[in-house]
C-alpha cells in the first residue's frame, strides 16, 4: 500500500506541475497552511476584488459621489454579461441582482403566470430549504398546490430543481429533465446556485428557459454577493413578475406615470442595486469566465478521480 501511495503523490506532483490553472492561485488570498474545501459554501477571496472594494468605496463613492452612477446604473447587466458564458446562455440574459430567495419568488410566480391553468408547483423532497420555502409560501399565499417529488408531471405547471444535489453532489440530467417537464406541459425553473463554477452548463443547449443561482460559492462574489436570474430571449418581453420596482422602468427618470417595465432582462430589476456588492462580484465571476469552464470542470474531474483512487488505496468507501 506504501508504495501505490507513493506513486499516487508523485502523480498528483506531475498533475500540478502541469496544471494550466496553477497560476491562478496566485489571484486569490490563500491563508497560510489553510487547505480550503469549503468553496461550495463561500468562494474564497480574489485579491483584486478587495482592491476593487477599495476604489469603489474610496473613490467612485467617496468622491465620484452621485457622478458615479453615469457606470453604476447599468452595472447588473453588465455584471450579468461576465457570468453569462460560465451557463452558456447569450449576452443579455442574465441579469445580477437581489438575492436567490428573491430572485426564486420573482422567477417561481414568473412561471406560474406562464402556465395559468396548471397552478401546481413540484419540487423534489430534499431540495435546498431556500427553493422549499419559498415553494410553499407562494403556494400558500396563491393557493396553489405543491406536489413533493417530480416523477409524476401530470397537471404541474412549474418544477423547481437544482442541478446538483447540495447533499450528495449528484448531477441531474439538465436536458433531459428540462425536456421531460416540457413534454408534460410544464416550466422548469433551474437553481444553479451549486453548479455555476463548478460544473459545464449550457442552458441554451439543455432548453432551460428560467434559472437563479448565487455568486458567492464557486464564483468568488463574496459574502452576501448578489445573486442572478437567467431569462431565455424569447421570454424576455412577456414574463410577468410579482415585484414591480423602479430600476425595471422603461422611462426611469421620469418619476411618473405608470409602471412600464423593459423589454428585456432589466424587467427582473427591482430597486437600487447594491453597488459595493455588484463591484466586488464582477471580479470573482470575471476570473472563473476568463479561465474558462472547460478548464476549470476538467481540473475538478481530475481531481474526484485522483482523491477516490486515494480512498481506494486506503480501503475507504
Not at 400558500?140 to 401530470?154: I, K, M, S, W, Y
Request: hydrophobic letters at 50%; charged letters at 20%; one cysteine or more.
Amino acid at each position: 500500500m506504501r508504495i501505490a501511495l507513493d506513486e499516487l503523490r508523485w502523480e498528483a506532483a506531475a498533475l500540478d506541475a502541469a496544471d494550466a490553472l496553477a497560476l491562478w492561485r496566485q489571484r486569490f488570498v490563500t491563508p497560510a497552511g489553510l487547505v480550503y474545501l469549503d468553496g461550495n459554501s463561500l468562494g474564497m477571496a480574489p485579491v483584486d476584488a478587495l482592491a476593487r472594494l477599495r476604489h469603489v468605496a474610496a473613490d467612485e463613492w467617496a468622491t465620484g459621489l452621485i457622478r458615479s452612477w453615469d457606470h453604476w446604473l447599468d452595472l447588473p447587466g453588465r455584471v450579468g454579461d461576465r457570468l453569462a458564458p460560465i451557463i452558456g446562455a447569450p449576452a443579455g440574459s442574465v441579469v445580477v441582482h437581489d438575492s436567490t430567495t428573491v430572485n426564486l419568488y420573482q422567477l417561481v410566480h414568473a412561471a406560474l403566470a406562464l402556465v395559468p391553468d396548471r397552478p401546481v408547483i413540484a419540487v423534489v423532497p430534499g431540495e435546498f430549504p431556500t427553493d422549499r420555502y419559498v415553494v410553499d409560501g407562494i403556494g400558500a399565499a396563491l393557493g396553489a398546490e405543491v406536489r413533493v417529488g417530480t416523477d409524476d408531471l401530470d397537471g404541474v405547471g412549474v418544477v423547481v430543481r437544482s442541478l446538483v444535489d447540495y447533499r450528495t453532489a449528484e448531477l441531474v440530467d439538465l436536458a433531459a429533465e428540462t425536456a421531460r417537464a416540457a413534454a408534460a406541459g410544464a416550466v422548469s425553473l433551474w437553481d444553479l446556485s451549486h453548479a455555476a463554477g463548478a460544473v459545464e452548463v449550457d442552458v441554451v443547449a439543455a432548453g432551460v428557459q428560467l434559472a437563479v443561482g448565487c455568486s458567492y460559492k464557486f464564483l468568488h462574489g463574496g459574502p452576501g454577493a448578489p445573486a442572478w436570474s437567467y431569462v431565455a430571449p424569447e421570454l424576455q418581453s412577456r414574463i410577468s413578475q410579482p415585484i414591480w420596482g423602479w430600476f425595471a422602468q422603461r422611462r426611469q427618470f421620469e418619476m411618473n406615470g405608470e409602471h412600464d417595465p423593459q423589454h428585456d432582462i432589466r424587467r427582473l430589476l427591482l430597486g437600487t442595486p447594491g453597488i459595493l456588492g455588484l463591484a466586488t462580484a464582477e471580479v470573482g465571476i470575471g476570473h472563473v469566465a476568463d479561465a474558462g469552464m472547460p478548464a476549470v470542470a476538467g481540473k475538478g474531474r481530475a481531481l474526484t478521480a485522483l482523491a477516490l483512487r486515494c480512498c481506494a488505496e486506503l480501503g475507504l468507501e
